[in-house]
């Protein structure tokens, strides 16, 4: 695929992000676009004729996208006839191309001993080109089958099953708690990494396929299972997995110390509904913030967090620092587990001249105020041996904070919902439904995604919602 001699060539090259000192005044996308087309179709050449694509395979693409298709396709400047190959395994690649951390590219054979083909740079060019071109249109259904499938959750995985199972032609309802339509997509992720016009453009598109949106209503509370079944044939639970981990050390309720979603959802909230940044005492303006966890939201809390006016930002993770390249033990085609930078450490070194990360740290406790506020925490060093976590003594260290934000990942679905469904759980807590089949205990009723295989990808959430449309459709024949 691609040209015979490209990846000889060509190195590889990504899109540059729009500058640091004009990027962190405002929340826009951090993206420039694919205004290059003559490099994109250098990275297209950059494909290797590898006869494995394990870019595919199952340490790479969850989806399956036809990435050695659309790569040699954007090598010969066809651009739709891309996007038509994008589409046939991916229903959202403008999500995708925008969040996933793209373990196509860590599978990619050329990375065994160079830099892999920016696949990733391809797939939201082609989207975007295509949205920009008008060839993104709605799907008009022909023909209906008089089936009625209600959908609780509008996250990723939700999107992917009722877009799936409105094109069979089926009739679908998306319930959504909140008051805007996109789950994670709309308040989990910030602006700056996810626009939320690229979500309701998505969500406008689906409604005018036919798929049908309830805003504002908590299935579990506001209406029971019991109720949607009398009207509906299928339930398919795609509620996400929103009970986060938390961080019980003394002093835990001290003002000022938040979870990060509750964070980063009350800034996303006030720029949708006001049009500005918070300015509540959740604010991170003027305040020594300290970030507690590493992984995308912990990145996402440093990048807010600095366009709101933080004084100072540090970052601590328990685990060491990765190395530059893979270690023995991490070999091609897993997912290389190495040092990277992301938007908000490269935001934050530029600013205050260095890396916000701080390694081998275990918080102990907050310490408050008379007024109940937190005013610093203690850490102290850690090492791990034989797998077991020891620490440091004489290595405790007290920090100043007004503000603590605590991304340490999600355990498990919230359970009202669940409950109320009268479904089984697995022993993490989630939703138990085999992979494959993601039916419960209860017949009729379905799930996909975090709520059932735990906190994991957008790109998986978007796999699991087509398969349970699939397996849901099985169920109505």
């Known amino acids: 695929m691609g040209k015979i001699t490209g990846f000889k060539e060509f190195d590889r090259k990504t899109e540059a992000y729009r500058p640091v000192d004009l990027r962190i005044k405002d929340y826009g996308e951090i993206f420039t676009g694919y205004h290059d087309k003559a490099h994109l179709q250098e990275q297209?050449?950059?494909?290797?004729?590898?006869?494995?694509?394990?870019?595919?395979?199952?340490?790479?693409?969850?989806?399956?996208?036809?990435?050695?298709?659309?790569?040699?396709?954007?090598?010969?400047?066809?651009?739709?006839?891309?996007?038509?190959?994008?589409?046939?395994?991916?229903?959202?690649?403008?999500?995708?191309?925008?969040?996933?951390?793209?373990?196509?590219?860590?599978?990619?054979?050329?990375?065994?001993?160079?830099?892999?083909?920016?696949?990733?740079?391809?797939?939201?060019?082609?989207?975007?080109k295509g949205f920009d071109e008008g060839w993104v249109k709605p799907y008009i259904v022909e023909y209906r089958t008089g089936k009625k499938i209600a959908i609780i959750g509008s996250g990723p995985a939700g999107l992917a099953a009722a877009d799936e199972l409105n094109k069979i032609g089926h009739s679908v309802t998306i319930f959504e708690r909140d008051d805007h339509i996109g789950g994670l997509l709309m308040y989990g992720i910030p602006n700056m990494k996810l626009g939320k016009d690229v979500v309701d453009r998505r969500v406008k598109l689906m409604q005018d396929s036919g798929v049908e949106f309830i805003t504002n209503v908590d299935v579990g509370k506001d209406i029971t299972t019991i109720q949607?079944?009398?009207?509906?044939?299928?339930?398919?639970?795609?509620?996400?997995?929103?009970?986060?981990?938390?961080?019980?050390?003394?002093n835990r309720q001290a003002q000022g110390v938040h979870l990060a979603m509750e964070y980063l959802v009350k800034n996303t909230k006030s720029l949708l509904d006001t049009g500005s940044v918070d300015e509540s005492d959740l604010s991170a303006k003027g305040k020594d913030v300290i970030v507690i966890g590493g992984g995308d939201t912990g990145t996402d809390c440093i990048g807010t967090a600095l366009r709101q006016g933080?004084?100072?930002?540090?970052?601590?993770?328990?685990?060491?620092?990765?190395?530059?390249?893979?270690?023995?033990?991490?070999?091609?085609?897993?997912?290389?587990?190495?040092?990277?930078?992301?938007?908000?450490?490269a935001e934050v070194t530029e600013i205050f001249g260095k890396d916000p990360?701080?390694?081998?740290?275990?918080?102990?406790?907050?310490?408050?105020?008379?007024?109940?506020?937190?005013?610093?925490?203690?850490?102290?060093?850690?090492?791990?041996?034989?797998?077991?976590?020891?620490?440091?003594?004489?290595?405790?260290?007290?920090?100043?904070?007004?503000?603590?934000?605590?991304?340490?990942?999600?355990?498990?679905?919230e359970h009202y919902l669940s409950d109320d469904a009268n479904i089984e759980l697995d022993e993490r807590g989630n939703y138990k439904?085999?992979?494959?089949?993601?039916?419960?205990?209860?017949?009729?009723?379905?799930?996909?995604?975090?709520?059932?295989?735990?906190?994991?990808?957008?790109?998986?959430?978007?796999?699991?919602?087509?398969?349970?449309?699939?397996?849901v459709n099985e169920y109505l024949a």
């Open 228 to 250: 949607l079944q009398q009207n509906f044939d299928a339930l398919v639970l795609t509620t996400g997995a929103s009970k986060a981990r938390d961080l019980l050390v003394d």
């Open 357 to 413: 990360r701080q390694y081998h740290l275990m918080t102990q406790s907050f310490i408050k105020d008379d007024q109940n506020f937190v005013i610093g925490l203690k850490t102290v060093n850690v090492d791990f041996k034989d797998g077991q976590l020891i620490q440091i003594n004489g290595s405790e260290k007290i920090w100043n904070t007004q503000l603590v934000l605590l991304s340490m990942g999600f355990v498990s679905p």
């Open 433 to 471: 439904a085999k992979y494959g089949q993601y039916i419960t205990s209860q017949k009729s009723i379905f799930t996909a995604g975090d709520c059932r295989r735990g906190q994991s990808l957008v790109v998986w959430a978007i796999n699991e919602g087509r398969g349970v449309a699939a397996k």
């Open 44 to 128: 297209g050449a950059r494909c290797m004729d590898c006869g494995v694509p394990f870019c595919q395979s199952e340490n790479g693409c969850p989806v399956d996208n036809l990435i050695p298709e659309f790569n040699d396709l954007i090598y010969h400047n066809k651009w739709q006839e891309a996007l038509v190959r994008l589409l046939k395994t991916n229903n959202f690649p403008e999500f995708t191309g925008r969040v996933c951390p793209a373990p196509c590219e860590g599978s990619c054979v050329l990375s065994i001993n160079n830099s892999a083909v920016a696949i990733k740079n391809i797939e939201q060019a082609i989207i975007d």
């Open 310 to 345: 933080a004084k100072s930002i540090v970052n601590f993770e328990l685990m060491g620092k990765p190395p530059v390249e893979r270690a023995s033990n991490n070999p091609w085609p897993l997912w290389p587990l190495i040092y990277r930078v992301d938007y908000g450490h």
